[in-house]
């Protein structure tokens, strides 16, 4: 299915970290993704002066998919999904799942500083 100004992002997926035999922690792997269908758009300012104070300085896209996208978790040791969009790589920061008509995640995600 495609959506209304379907565009073609990358995700890419960090494992939890394991500790190694001899008990030093490994680090994530990283699978990727290619060419996922998405809606691409800014995030509106309504939902920006919503933000922390320290978010809101840091550029912020909604990202809607059928894609499975995750937050972190701490608690649980998983690592957000990453969405390369136009060669700059953003952190799943909030996902919002809609499992009615047209299932989809409508997603806030943030530029990682390089």
Known sequence: MAFVGNQKISVIERSAPARGSDGRMTAPTETL????????NPV??????????????????????????????????TYASIVVYEGERYEVRSVSKYRRVIPHNAARVARIKP
């Open 44 to 77: 509106p300012g309504d939902e920006l002066s919503a933000l922390p104070e320290g978010e809101r300085n840091t550029k912020q896209l909604r990202v809607i998919t059928q894609y499975e996208l995750t937050e972190g978790d701490e608690d649980a040791g």
């Open 33 to 40: 993704f290619e060419l996922v269908d998405a809606t691409v």
